[in-house]
């Protein structure tokens, strides 16, 4: 049974830093681009990031370009997203997924953690 776990959500002031995980298990972690995806109140789910299988190449989306990271580590079967500068818009609950292409598309990933809440204060 695959499981994607996601952690380090919580409250933090505008321009302050969150780190999130997400721990996978069930399938061969290496072989899987990951994903991570947001949905605030209201809105439909939004891509933020993404990271092929090896962990050579990642893509961001614009909104936040320059403030967020990703990365894996593929020993510990975990992805990572580095959030700085985070703004009130950065709110939302936050999704990893995992698939086999990394890409903006939520529909091409496979498997998909519960979310984490992250809530920036103005």
């Known amino acids: 049974q695959v499981q994607l776990v996601e952690s380090g959500g919580g409250l933090v002031q505008a321009g302050g830093s969150l780190r999130l995980s997400c721990t996978a298990s069930?399938?061969?972690?290496?072989?899987?681009?990951m994903g991570w995806f947001r949905r605030a109140p209201g809105k439909e789910r939004e891509f933020v990031a993404t990271?092929?299988?090896?962990?050579?190449?990642?893509y961001l989306s614009d909104s936040v370009q320059g403030r967020f990271t990703n990365s894996r580590d593929n020993a510990e079967n975990t992805v990572y997203l580095q959030m700085n500068n985070m703004r009130s818009e950065d709110t939302a609950v936050y999704y990893c997924?995992?698939?086999?292409?990394?890409?903006?598309?939520?529909?091409?990933?496979?498997?998909w953690g519960q979310g984490t809440q992250v809530t920036v204060s103005s």
């Open positions: 997924a995992a698939g086999p292409l990394w890409i903006e598309i939520a529909e091409d990933y496979d498997y």
């Open positions: 069930g399938l061969t972690f290496s072989t899987n681009a």
């Open positions: 990271i092929n299988a090896s962990g050579t190449a990642t």
